[in-house]
């Protein structure tokens, strides 16, 4: 399977792009090993969306969401925990996707080392990639060494899909106070492996 083209992140508008994600496989290859899992849930950040970090202006903790679509955005979130995000819009422009959940698919072991868990057990595997900060641990992703970087060039990849014929489902988004009623929220229906409320 190869990774998706610059194109395929240029060409489509931010809730489009999160829906087509779905059942995509993230991609690290590191010092490590390599760590991969297919994407089975997201959310849009729109620059007219309140809960999008570019709601207000540009500042240096979200200046890569402003980069060129196909970038990666790494913030932290409670003082500890990582997200992950593909900035999804023109240059300058402001939006991105995050990635929500992933099926973990390869490199389990390094996964679940990473994140402290036994990856041989049902629970553990269900747990290892099961929201934004799980999953960022577990791919062993950087906030310093993957911020900004390209998903075309850089050493995280996006490829795909791998996953096929699922029932998609649209929803509210999961953890803010502001645009909480936007149906921006994409997940693979019946998929044990998408994050908890």
């Excluded at 795909?160 to 489902?169: K, N, Q, R, S, T």
Aim: proline share 5%.
């Amino acid at each position: 399977m190869t990774k998706l083209p610059l194109e395929f992140y240029e060409k489509h508008d931010t809730l489009t792009l999160s829906q087509l994600l779905l059942g995509c496989e993230l991609v690290h290859e590191s010092r490590e090993g390599t760590a991969a899992g297919i994407i089975v849930e997201t959310e849009a950040y729109l620059t007219g969306d309140p809960a999008c970090h570019a709601y207000r202006r540009k500042t240096v903790r979200n200046a890569a969401m402003f980069g060129p679509a196909g970038t990666l955005y790494v913030y932290q979130i409670y003082g500890f925990h990582h997200c992950i995000n593909v900035v999804s819009a023109a240059e300058g422009l402001g939006e991105a996707v995050l990635i929500r959940a992933l099926e973990p698919t390869q490199g389990l072991d390094l996964m679940g080392l990473r994140r402290g868990l036994d990856p041989a057990t049902k629970v553990g595997l269900r747990g290892l990639c099961s929201g934004p900060g799980k999953l960022v641990s577990a791919m062993g992703i950087d906030r310093q060494e993957h911020n900004f970087s390209s998903l075309v060039t850089g050493p995280l990849t996006i490829r795909g899909p791998v996953l096929h014929d699922f029932e998609m489902v649209t929803t509210t988004r999961i953890g803010i106070t502001q645009g909480a009623d936007l149906p921006y929220r994409f997940y693979v229906k019946g998929n044990p492996f998408i994050s908890r409320k």
